[in-house]
């Protein structure tokens, strides 16, 4: 490829015969298809007997066409000794079925266990695994954003939902088992403390800590040993059964591509490290054949009637139907799960995304493609670490289909447009003289060979301990039942925060500075009423109680959440737009969503030189004036004046900036649907990053604002939201109805085919009535606006037959303007009639003459609202009441 042969560097010697750990491969894959499997749960011994387990566990992998790898055997014995397992080996080597094996121990024990991971689609994925191993009522689901069977006896969640009850019920939970997933995330200087705690607040579960690429860990084992008193066992070295080439090609990707194609090596993953150039290398790869006519009416035929919404959903329609697929966070996860979906079935030869594919989803790939060796980590560029590189490089390869997986990395483009320079020169040498060699960008961070080489020889670094201590973490602790005995006594708040700061894997000088942290969050705490302090000082008399009542999913997740409850006390409850003003309170204590912001900011900055220009004001003036207009941000003076006021007392606060900006709001101002939205700020290529922004935004208020301070009004806009983030991508919830619908699994998911959430209609809106009747009067809103702009084509748009112009004609014949504040918005301007198959409505129009004898008479259609997942309605027009 590019010149280049094939290299023949492979983790492990080739078997004779191509088999991997000595099972031919093509007798494997005829036994997985050809044998019927046991039923795992009915083969469990009842009562616990380890002997029988053990050959009942065997028995029933062998049905499945999986008999057990020896260090899969090792692992499961060690489980059946109850030892702890520390479960490192390279992708392929079976760490999945010895996950089962740990939940199946704990069912047939009588045992409840818990399996985590990083990302919600990886436990998403684990969910409808083990659902169609265990069946729909053992298995339960709690990502944050839903929840499904939370009592079951295995329980798939996020690392940060186990580490809350973790905190909050500590050795009383009822957690006798735990598999962490991709436990290399331990060392994640954001999310780490999620895989710390639980190992130090769990002391009577079994855990196993699985990776492709951990490291050492003998001193996370030691620590883990002498607090449980379990032993630690470890399988680790272990050989790869897929084998992996590496080669370095100076080629374009386009050619490579073709060439793999052509040698029969795809599917192929094209990995990069920005989301947009993985879509843009997705269209490019559109005008190459990648697919067959036959491929592609298998594609079409597996899609269905896979609703596609407008935007990017129409670009993705495109590529899939060619065979090529995209896959990066910024995508809606229903769009994810489709590519994901469609890709076990084999359907897919070509797929663009990024690293994110590297973090366990079980897609299979051929041929890894990285079309560079750096990245940005959000401070700099910088060359792959060995684990981010063997991460990736790991999905090469399926076991029981491939005897070998290929990685390939290509050179940087500059270096391959000099080589195809040099080759055109030849050996002519005026031609070489001639060439003119093109220079790394401003900024490049090179690589080659020598970089590859040294990232396939490395060893994963070991992991190094990211614990953080936050307001969150204070509360739950001191919720726990007994956190407010005397300080000195055993389960009080004291020695459950002096235990997490002080014993746990940092560093002295970083558990110095946890406690000090700690002693500051208290005191914030204490100065906003949450907690309260009763006893004499640190004597060991003290006692902490928390004074609120906590409600079950409560979270300071934020860590200015803290800053947030004292900003929310400033607000007038009783004031027409509070509910707005709280929702801003909360999005100023939130992460920048950067790629919306910047959207904002671009279109206020048109609009402003638009009116300047109207105005007009000269070139240089509207230069200085263009500087001071960026995004929205309701209520910065008051919330920087309250911050400032806080941090005078809370100087902690000050390591964390105070973000005042409206999406959410922005979203309610403008009346306008999700799709509307993105289309508004033309944000297709960052949907997915609007929905998750939208259900952090959900989760916070829900969580954090106290519910004392939710008035009427809050909770209808809560409603609104939580549906509208439903109604998007309800994904994981429309497919659990689909696996329990009579008690059984879909057919559709035990073959692997996309399920039926690929084309359920949406959940049923109009059920939740509280925020249907917001969404009804949102789109008799956004026609308020339209109208008070008189934006008739528009209006026309929404309503071709409502006479939209005549009628906007008459009402400004009789008055000047139809005012949009926030009477004009009340409830009191909407009448609601309500019938089995429609809703009559109408939105009183608030005149300046205040005769509101004027408004718009519209018919919501129930059957059509429940067909699309928003209101849809049949807007009759504009009359004089």
Sequence with gaps: MGGLPRGDRHRAPPKPGGTTGGRPLEVRAWQTRCVPSLDLVSALPRPWDPDEFLLGFDAWSRSRGLPLYPAQEEAVLELVLDRHLVLSTPTGTGKSLVAVAAHAIALAQGRRSYYTAPLKALVSEKFFDLVHLFGAENVGMVTGDSSVNPDAPIVCCTAEILANIALRQGEAAAVDSVVMDEFHFYADAERGWAWQVPLLMLPRARFVLMSATLGDVSAISADLERRSGREVARVTGVERPVLLHYRYAVATVQETVEELLAAGLAP?????????????????????????????????????????????????????????????????????????????????????????????????????????????????????????????????????????????????????????????????????????????????????????????????????????VTAAMLLQLSSRPGADAPAEEAGSAFRLVRSLVQDNHESPARRAALTRRAIALYRTLRVAGVLEQHGGGFDGTARVRVTVELQQDFALNQPLSPFALAALELLDRDADGYALDAVSVIEATLDDPRAILAQQEFRARGEAVAAMKAEGIEYEERMELLEEVGWPKPLEALLTQQYEVFASSQPWIRDFELRPKSVVRDLFERAM??????????????????????????????QTIPD????????????????????????????????????????????????????????????????????????????????????????????????????????????????????????????????????????????????????????????????????VLRVAGLTRL
């Excluded at 990395?409 to 270096?415: F, G, M, T």
Aim: hydrophobic share 45%; aromatic share 6%.
């Design 268 to 468: 192929v993953y094209i990995v990069h490290f920005s989301q947009a150039a993985a879509v843009e290398r997705a269209q490019a790869l559109a005008s190459i054949r990648v697919a067959s006519r036959e491929q592609r009416d298998a594609i079409a035929e597996a899609i269905g009637a896979f609703r596609f919404s407008t935007g990017f959903g129409q670009t993705l329609s495109r590529l899939v139907r060619a065979g090529i697929g995209v896959h990066h966070a910024g995508m809606l996860p229903r769009y994810r799960r489709l590519v994901e979906q469609l890709a076990q079935q084999g359907l897919l030869r070509v797929i663009c995304g990024t690293d994110t594919l590297g973090v366990g989803i079980n897609v299979p790939i051929r041929t890894v493609l990285l079309t560079g060796l750096t990245k940005f980590d959000g401070a700099r560029m910088r060359q792959l670490t060995a684990r981010e590189f063997h991460q990736v490089a790991g999905r090469a390869g399926r076991a029981g289909f491939d005897t070998a997986g290929e990685v390939v990395a290509l050179a940087p483009e500059h270096e391959v447009d000099n080589a195809r320079a040099a080759a055109k020169a030849g050996d002519d040498p005026k031609a070489k003289r001639r060439i003119v060699k093109k220079r790394a960008p401003d900024g490049f961070v090179n690589w080659g060979p020598a970089s590859f080489e040294r990232l396939i020889a490395a060893e994963p670094e070991m992991l190094t301990s990211s614990l953080r």
């Design 673 to 702: 649907t999700f799709a509307e939205y993105v289309s508004f700020y033309q944000l297709g290529r960052s949907e997915g990053l609007v929905l998750r922004y939208l259900s952090d935004a959900y989760r916070a208020a829900r």
């Design 708 to 871: 004392e301070a939710k008035t009427e009004e809050l909770r209808d806009l809560l409603e609104w939201l939580g549906e509208l983030v439903r109604q998007v991508d309800s994904s994981l919830l429309d497919e659990w109805s689909a696996l329990t619908a009579d008690g059984v699994v879909g057919a559709a998911q035990v073959s692997g085919a996309p399920t039926e959430t690929a084309v359920a209609p949406p959940p049923d809106v109009v059920a939740n009535r509280r925020a249907f009747v917001v969404l009804v009067r949102n789109a008799l809103w956004r026609r308020v606006q339209l109208a008070a702009l008189q934006r008739d084509d528009e209006l026309v748009a929404l309503d071709p037959d409502a006479g939209w112009p005549d009628a906007l004609d008459a009402y400004f014949d009789e008055h000047d303007e139809i005012r949009t504040g926030p009477d004009a918005r009340s409830a009191a301007r909407i009448a609601i009639r309500e019938h089995p198959d429609r809703w009559e409505v109408r939105q009183v129009i608030d005149d300046p003459a205040g005769d509101h004898d004027w408004g718009i008479d519209a018919v919501v259609d129930l059957a059509a609202s429940r067909e699309d997942g928003a209101a």
